[in-house]
Every structure is written in structure tokens, then in C-alpha cells.
């Protein structure tokens, strides 16, 4: 058992390490200069080159790849460009919400799977039996973002709540996107 927990391990280091070299090599591939567009297309040279000498731009792109993994090791995630501000700070600000979605999510399909489940158990080779496992296998196969049905699915609560007046479509208005399938999914209360 640790043995084939620890060859898990091992199998997972490479993968981090691609998808973390995929990350940075993106930043560096993607068009555009990332200062030019955070200072303004009016920005003087100086204050360019002073802010990407304070972002470390300036360096060579392998000095730049060691300094992005000694960071990632030790939980510096580096600045965001646009929000002026640490990316692991704005992912432990978010977090609560993203945790709050997942739970919300989870619940819901707990809330519809172990019915169905019994369900089918109790009548296998029927229709119905049949029914649910195509679709529990659509849900399962299907990517959230294939088409766009799935923005309509992400903005249907905003617009129920928003239309029926009786809950906030939510609770976070300064964050983007403004909606929470999970706020609107609890009971409405007039106030």
C-alpha cells in the first residue's frame, strides 16, 4: 500500500513539473508585453523599464524559469499583473467562495445521485434503469465548457434571482462573475 502510494507520487512529480513549466512558458508566449498593457500605451520608457526591472522581466528568460519555481516551492505564486497584488493573496481571498460552490455542487448531487441510484438498483434492465445511467454518463462525459449551454446554466440563477426579486443574486458583487449558482440555490427570504 505505500509502496503503491509513494510510485503515485512519483508519477504526479513530472506532471507538475509540465504543467508548471506550461504555465510559465504561456506567460512568456503569449502576445502582447504584459507591462506596456498595465502601465497604459502612453507610459514613458523609464517608468516601463523601472517596472519590469521590479517585476524582474529584465533577466533572462532562465533566470526568470529558476526564480518562478523557487517561488511556486515556496507558495509565492509572483504578482498579478493586473491587480497589483500577490497571486497567492488573491487565491486565498477567493478561496471561500470557490469552496462554497464546490460544497454547494456536492450536496446537490448527492441530493440527486443516491436516489437515482437506488432507484435503478431496485429496477435494473428497465427503462428507467436505463434512462439514468445514459444520462449519468452524459453528465459524466460531458465537459463543462462544450457548448453554450453551459453559460446559460451559469447565468440561469442570476437571472431567476434577479427577476424574481426575493434573493440577491450575489452576495459578492465585487467579483467576477457576478453570479453564485449556490447563493441563489438557497431559500429565498423577503426582508
Given amino acids: 500500500?505505500?509502496?503503491?502510494?509513494?510510485?503515485?507520487?512519483?508519477?504526479?512529480?513530472?506532471?507538475?513539473?509540465?504543467?508548471?513549466?506550461?504555465?510559465?512558458?504561456?506567460?512568456?508566449?503569449?502576445?502582447?508585453?504584459?507591462?506596456?498593457?498595465?502601465?497604459?500605451?502612453?507610459?514613458?520608457?523609464?517608468?516601463?523599464?523601472?517596472?519590469?526591472?521590479?517585476?524582474?522581466?529584465?533577466?533572462?528568460?532562465?533566470?526568470?524559469?529558476?526564480?518562478y519555481w523557487k517561488g511556486v516551492l515556496h507558495g509565492d505564486l509572483g504578482p498579478s499583473f493586473r491587480y497589483n497584488q500577490t497571486v497567492t493573496h488573491l487565491m486565498a481571498e477567493r478561496y471561500p467562495y470557490t469552496m462554497e460552490l464546490t460544497l454547494a455542487s456536492l450536496f446537490i448531487a448527492i441530493i440527486l445521485s443516491f436516489p437515482a441510484g437506488v432507484y435503478s438498483a431496485q429496477h435494473p434492465n428497465r427503462w428507467e434503469d436505463r434512462l439514468i445511467s445514459v444520462v449519468s454518463l452524459f453528465g459524466l462525459s460531458f465537459p463543462n465548457i462544450a457548448l453554450p449551454l453551459s453559460w446559460v446554466g451559469c447565468r440561469f440563477p442570476v437571472l431567476a434571482a434577479s427577476s424574481i426579486w426575493c434573493c440577491p443574486p450575489s452576495p459578492w458583487a465585487d467579483l467576477w462573475p457576478p453570479s453564485s449558482p449556490a447563493w441563489c440555490a438557497r431559500p429565498c427570504s423577503k426582508s
Fill in 1 to 67: 500500500m505505500l509502496r503503491q502510494l509513494l510510485q503515485r507520487v512519483l508519477y504526479t512529480l513530472p506532471v507538475i513539473w509540465l504543467v508548471v513549466s506550461l504555465v510559465f512558458l504561456l506567460i512568456h508566449l503569449v502576445p502582447g508585453d504584459p507591462i506596456q498593457q498595465m502601465l497604459g500605451e502612453g507610459a514613458p520608457p523609464a517608468d516601463i523599464q523601472a517596472t519590469r526591472h521590479a517585476y524582474g522581466l529584465d533577466r533572462p528568460l532562465g533566470e526568470q524559469y529558476i526564480r
